[in-house]
């Protein structure tokens, strides 16, 4: 059986500390005279009888969530939470709840895909709660990495298993323990990018803003023209801060607390900066030759815009689509990669491509020697067969989801090229897709709201790493 009365109470602490974070905006609206202070109140006011009505109605003696219950409750708690944090932009200036809806799932899931405009000069408020969203979607999704998903074994992240990937009661303190270090290394970080980009020649509160989308890998601006509106200097703090969120930042704490430099020793770590440094230069070598750019502009612009994607931020730059064919491939590629597990980024990640390339050597080498034995390792850690069928199972329901998500975009009118796209963008958290309508220029605002819906689906799928919520969908979760 479900435990729904702890579940109910798990989703009230979440939707109570959402209503305390709507008070940030307020704050802002507050300070800055905006009539949105109104639709702040309304929305806290709201969130918090929902809040407290469950938490009430839920209260246990303790809390004991057993394998099924934590896939109800990462599912549930995601909508539950974007419903409610979709009030405010619902409330502001007579958006439909679509749209509100759409650009709340997109900054919870740090997708960053956007259907507002004029962002130059929309409300300071509005702004900061974009950035919120993200910033608090980072965090959480960091801590549903480390210590659930491990867990539940999905996508073959039992290879990630800690002491905090355990829901029993024995291991609560270790769980609240890792979150706590997780967290404060998390807002330290985002503390030192504002601070970077408020020296790279931003104000304070598009530096605070900036940070919080930069760290969360969400991509969230405070201009319509996204980075581009800043300096060459706060390009270069995009790229130092982008991937540090794409970083494992378990792996962060871990290192400073030993005092150490085990991270950089990690072989999804290196694999990742490897990977980024060599398609980086690559494209600026390209951009060099071929678009007579200086080398430093050349590798200023190909970094951005390389770890940008890779890491699923989804800033805005340049249409790097008008560098040309083989930049146009690449970083169709690129929106499907993702960086670290553990981080904040989206997509199929690095480890998973890292072990399907060691299965392959594996298959190669049976091939000659059909009797051999060859066991395969990572990180120091045996690759089971369990591990392996569940990294299959993830790789086929990913292009699944992308496959049908594009079949849906089609239906609604979109070309081929933006349905494609904007169904990886989707799935994988990157942002921007490809095209002139979903395009690093572009914009989903011209959409229909069927196409938003199902995309705003697909953020959802793809945040959560899919499993976790197709394992939903099969009749036998639910008959015990």
């Given at each position: 059986?479900?435990?729904?009365?702890?579940?109910?109470?798990?989703?009230?602490?979440?939707?109570?500390?959402?209503?305390?974070?709507?008070?940030?905006?307020?704050?802002?609206?507050?300070?800055?005279g905006?009539?949105?202070?109104?639709?702040?109140?309304?929305?806290?006011?709201?969130?918090?009888?929902?809040?407290?009505?469950?938490?009430?109605?839920?209260?246990?003696?303790?809390?004991?969530?057993?394998?099924?219950?934590?896939?109800?409750?990462t599912?549930?708690?995601?909508?539950?939470?974007?419903?409610?944090?979709a009030?405010?932009f619902?409330?502001?200036?007579?958006?439909?709840y679509?749209?509100?809806?759409?650009?709340?799932?997109?900054?919870?899931?740090?997708?960053?895909?956007?259907?507002?405009?004029?962002?130059?000069?929309?409300?300071?408020?509005?702004?900061?709660?974009?950035?919120?969203?993200?910033?608090?979607?980072?965090?959480?999704?960091?801590v549903?990495?480390?210590?659930?998903?491990?867990?539940?074994?999905?996508?073959?992240?039992?290879?990630?298993r800690?002491?905090?990937?355990?829901?029993?009661?024995?291991?609560?303190?270790?769980?609240?323990h890792?979150?706590?270090?997780?967290?404060?290394?998390?807002?330290?970080?985002?503390?030192?990018?504002?601070?970077?980009?408020?020296?790279?020649?931003?104000?304070?509160?598009?530096?605070?803003?900036?940070?919080?989308?930069?760290?969360?890998?969400?991509?969230?601006s405070?201009s319509?023209?996204?980075?581009?509106?800043?300096?060459?200097?706060?390009h270069?703090?995009?790229?130092?801060f982008?991937?540090?969120?794409?970083?494992?930042?378990?792996?962060?704490?871990?290192?400073?607390?030993?005092?150490?430099?085990?991270?950089?020793?990690?072989?999804?770590?290196?694999?990742?900066?490897?990977?980024?440094?060599?398609?980086?230069?690559?494209?600026?070598v390209?951009?060099?030759f071929h678009?007579?750019l200086?080398?430093?502009?050349?590798?200023?612009?190909?970094?951005?815009?390389?770890?940008?994607?890779?890491?699923?931020?989804?800033?805005?730059?340049?249409?790097?689509?008008?560098?040309?064919?083989?930049?146009?491939?690449?970083?169709?590629?690129?929106?499907?990669?993702?960086?670290?597990?553990?981080?904040?980024?989206?997509?199929i990640?690095?480890?998973?491509?890292?072990?399907?390339?060691?299965?392959?050597?594996?298959?190669?080498?049976?091939?000659?020697?059909?009797?051999?034995i060859f066991?395969?390792?990572?990180?120091?850690?045996?690759?089971?067969?369990?591990?392996?069928?569940?990294?299959v199972?993830?790789?086929?329901?990913?292009?699944?989801?992308?496959?049908?998500?594009s079949?849906?975009?089609?239906?609604?009118?979109?070309?081929?090229?933006?349905?494609?796209?904007?169904?990886?963008?989707?799935?994988?958290?990157?942002?921007?897709?490809?095209?002139?309508?979903?395009?690093?220029?572009?914009?989903?605002?011209?959409?229909?709201?069927?196409?938003?819906?199902?995309?705003?689906?697909?953020?959802?799928?793809?945040?959560?790493?899919?499993?976790?919520?197709?394992?939903?969908?099969?009749?036998?979760?639910?008959?015990?």
């Amino acid at each position: 059986m479900i435990n729904l009365k702890q579940l109910v109470f798990v989703i009230g602490i979440f939707l109570a500390i959402l209503t305390g974070f709507m008070l940030i905006p307020m704050g802002f609206a507050l300070a800055y005279g905006e009539e949105t202070i109104g639709d702040f109140m309304l929305s806290a006011l709201f969130t918090g009888i929902i809040a407290t009505i469950c938490i009430q109605s839920g209260r246990p003696h303790d809390i004991r969530l057993n394998i099924r219950d934590m896939f109800v409750l990462t599912s549930a708690t995601w909508l539950a939470v974007s419903f409610c944090a979709a009030l405010p932009f619902t409330l502001y200036h007579g958006i439909t709840y679509t749209d509100a809806f759409f650009e709340t799932m997109s900054g919870i899931t740090t997708t960053g895909s956007t259907v507002l405009s004029g962002l130059d000069s929309m409300d300071h408020s509005i702004l900061i709660w974009r950035s919120l969203l993200q910033w608090l979607g980072g965090i959480g999704f960091i801590v549903m990495a480390v210590a659930v998903l491990p867990f539940l074994n999905v996508g073959g992240m039992r290879l990630f298993r800690t002491e905090s990937s355990d829901w029993s009661d024995k291991t609560t303190p270790r769980t609240q323990h890792m979150a706590k270090h997780l967290f404060l290394l998390y807002a330290g970080l985002t503390l030192l990018c504002a601070l970077a980009y408020h020296l790279a020649g931003m104000n304070w509160f598009q530096a605070i803003n900036h940070a919080m989308t930069t760290l969360s890998t969400g991509g969230y601006s405070t201009s319509d023209s996204s980075m581009a509106h800043f300096s060459n200097a706060s390009h270069w703090v995009g790229v130092v801060f982008m991937l540090a969120g794409g970083l494992p930042l378990l792996m962060f704490v871990q290192s400073i607390q030993q005092r150490n430099l085990s991270i950089w020793n990690d072989q999804q770590v290196k694999g990742f900066l490897l990977f980024v440094g060599v398609v980086s230069l690559s494209i600026a070598v390209w951009l060099y030759f071929h678009k007579e750019l200086a080398f430093i502009d050349a590798l200023r612009l190909s970094s951005f815009n390389v770890i940008s994607v890779v890491t699923t931020t989804g800033y805005g730059l340049t249409d790097y689509q008008a560098w040309g064919a083989f930049a146009g491939t690449a970083f169709l590629f690129l929106m499907l990669v993702g960086s670290c597990s553990g981080s904040t980024s989206g997509g199929i990640k690095i480890f998973r491509f890292q072990i399907a390339m060691a299965i392959m050597r594996q298959q190669i080498k049976h091939q000659f020697h059909p009797n051999g034995i060859f066991k395969e390792t990572y990180n120091g850690h045996k690759v089971h067969d369990d591990i392996v069928r569940s990294l299959v199972t993830f790789f086929m329901l990913f292009f699944l989801v992308i496959l049908s998500l594009s079949m849906v975009l089609v239906l609604t009118g979109l070309d081929t090229m933006t349905s494609f796209t904007g169904a990886i963008t989707a799935v994988a958290n990157v942002g921007p897709g490809l095209g002139s309508i979903i395009g690093p220029a572009g914009n989903f605002s011209s959409l229909s709201d069927v196409a938003k819906w199902a995309l705003a689906i697909g953020m959802l799928l793809g945040r959560l790493e899919i499993l976790t919520v197709a394992v939903l969908f099969h009749p036998q979760f639910w008959r015990y």
